[in-house]
């Protein structure tokens, strides 16, 4: 079992500069830590880039409960040619994390972007690292006009 968290997603169109479409947008997560939404995950758009050892770990992330298969999704309201994703992953290092550092949570993980109500993801990203994703993780591998909603 594992605990998802995410501190901050950004998915970029392909306009002219580039823009987060993510933000404030509609999000759901499997489950939130403590059941009591301060963990909620509509925290990963809320545009809040700073460090939780800045902002306090409880003000600007996402977290699910313990589980076998946790996941966060966001609804962008339309379809999107994507450009790249950008995941700001937690940056602490805390006993209760795997090895004492917290962005080790998030090795391993499954990037998928879905268009329209087709259940087939149009892109799969595999997070291949080893041991540590690291803190800013970006996604650019996205095949030019991969549309994603």
């Not at 879905?114 to 041991?131: E, K, L, R």
């Not at 540590?132 to 549309?147: A, F, K, N, Q």
């Amino acid at each position: 079992d594992k605990v998802l968290s995410l501190a901050e997603v950004e998915v970029f169109g392909t306009s002219t500069p580039l823009y987060n479409v993510a933000l404030y947008k509609s999000t759901a997560q499997s489950s939130v830590r403590n059941d009591d939404g301060s963990f909620g995950a509509y925290k990963a758009v809320d545009g809040d880039l700073r460090p939780e050892s800045v902002a306090g770990g409880n003000n600007n992330l996402s977290i699910t409960k313990l589980e076998s298969n946790p996941w966060w999704e966001v609804s962008l309201s339309s379809s999107v040619v994507v450009d790249s994703v950008k995941i700001y992953n937690r940056y602490l290092l805390h006993s209760a994390c795997p090895g004492g550092i917290c962005s080790r949570r998030l090795r391993g993980f499954r990037l998928e972007i879905f268009n329209g109500d087709d259940a087939n993801a149009v892109f799969t990203y595999n997070d291949p690292s080893p041991v540590d994703p690291g803190h800013i993780i970006p996604i650019t591998t996205v095949p030019s006009g991969t549309i994603g909603d």
